[in-house]
């Protein structure tokens, strides 16, 4: 177990949508900026470790939500660093409603990459001590996003200067916004997000055609993947549920 | 002069680009949250407008820009309804950095909307009083936005799921992403926008195709258009400086 950290925030309006829930890009952007300021408050600098050719980068999420949060409702985001080995860290983020009830969970997977080689490196234990996270040889297991062949033509999205972070790459809730989108509007007005994975293989750069396959199958399950250059980006599966209305 | 009404914000990560600095869209959006944050304050609300039939719109920005805040920055952004006439109510934003310096200042026409006629209304005095809003039969002119030719093809967005707010239009700042996109990401880079006009025609609905016509002079004014189905959405225009490095 590390140290808990937690911050209340109201959700405003433009991180909402047509549901009038948050936008999934936003809800990540948030849960992120948390954990940057659990790194900041024991005086870790992402920017800093940047500079220094350190860069954390997540290579999997698992999501569970029993409920999104809806435009201007206040909620409670809790995080943690649960424990690290040699090349991930794992850390939690929970999110509750103002009566303390859980609204969604989510599994992150970390690892540290020195960014010139473009390669990983191990996990600095100073780094992990500084905010209370463990060293432990547990694996996490994440569901296995499953291979699936697409029979519809991709969506097109090319990748916008405001698309572009601090750092000069693809924020990752990017790809979840072109892997959305592709649903279409009728979809995401009549559904809810129960699930979602998401294994983030490698980077698209500013200017790329992104290809944004999407498929549905009649359990409510969609398949994605994003493809530059005939090579694979990222992959994801969602599970859905009808709303209620 | 109407009651001032402030508040405090740090700029998270997912709200800059690449130069370190906000996007124009996330400063826009941030000063719409504290105006909004004003008018819950005297127990004014938007959403339950809306439901009534009203909508406040804005049709026209002027933005004057000393320096844009930057990734973790902390601001004031101070905003006042000044003043309001039979049909339109003006408002304005300030933002100070932490030494108390001014960053930008913002000036906004806003007129109310029979949301079901899609027609202008008459401001309601007693909604102006509860902010400390008053009456003057003072017009403010807006810098004209020059007609422009534009000999360059647009550039083609597609309006996307995540672009539409929760009345279920797109929301104003995407216009701005459309416009600032087109320049391309070497001028965005090598360039500081200085002043800011636009004005807002008509509405883009989702799924619609937009063209944003650009054009640069050569003493560095931008021009933008973006229009669908031949017909004009919104005009801007833009005053750049080369970036001191």
Redesign the interface.
Known sequence: MGQQYQETKVI???S???T?EI?I??LF?EM??VS?HQLHAVGIDS?QMVAQGIGWVVTKYHLEIKRLPR??EKVTIVTEANSYNKFFCYRTFTLYDSQGQQLLHLLSNWVMMDIKKRSMIEVIPETMAKIGCEYSTDIWRFPRIQRFKYSQSPQIYRT???D???N?HV?N?IYL?WM??SL??DF?MQHQLQTLDIKYDREVA??QSVQSFVQLEDNLISHHQILTDNKVNAQAQMQWQQRQK
Chains 1, 2 share one sequence.
Do not use: C, H, M
Request: charged share 20%; proline share 3%; aromatic share 14%.
């Open positions: 405003p309006f433009y909402t949508n047509a009038s936008n890009s936003a952007n992120l900026l940057e920017q435009i201007n916008r200067f405001f572009i972070d601090v000069g924020n809730s916004d959305l989108d279409g509007k995401l500013y200017g």
